[in-house]
């Protein structure tokens, strides 16, 4: 079993940055892919970035494409998510996941390929 945390979110003004921390425990020799997703008020759960376990390969959401930059520490177990020029439309509760296989391509964008959740972590931009 492997457990995800995130930390980080909060309220900032529109333009502003947040970094947020995906840190995992337990069994992480079983983790491989990690991604990140989001869900607004009313919607849908939604891909935002992910990173392959080797870090190699990262994949973007055409939202956040050019603002958001997801990196990751092996050595720390954590991943991060670096939340740059953030909108209003931003705003979310931010869930990271962990795969419990290795995922390939387009794989990484799709949340029933990832095992392990984290409680989400609110992230509110102010007009």
């Known amino acids: 079993q492997v457990q995800v945390v995130e930390s980080g979110g909060g309220l900032v003004p529109a333009g502003g940055s947040l970094r947020l921390s995906c840190a995992t425990s337990?069994?992480?020799?079983?983790?491989?892919?990690m991604g990140w997703f989001r869900q607004g008020p009313g919607k849908e759960r939604d891909f935002v970035a992910a990173?392959?376990?080797?870090?190699?390969?990262?994949y973007y959401a055409d939202s956040v494409k050019g603002r958001f930059t997801v990196s990751g520490d092996n050595a720390k177990n954590t991943v991060y998510l670096q939340m740059n020029s953030l909108k209003p439309e931003d705003t979310a509760v931010y869930y990271c996941a962990a795969s419990g296989t290795p995922l390939t391509g387009l794989s990484h964008r799709i949340k029933s390929e990832y095992d392990y959740w984290g409680q989400g972590t609110q992230v509110t931009v102010s007009s």
């Open positions: 990173i392959s376990w080797s870090g190699l390969s990262t």
């Open positions: 337990g069994r992480t020799s079983s983790r491989y892919a």
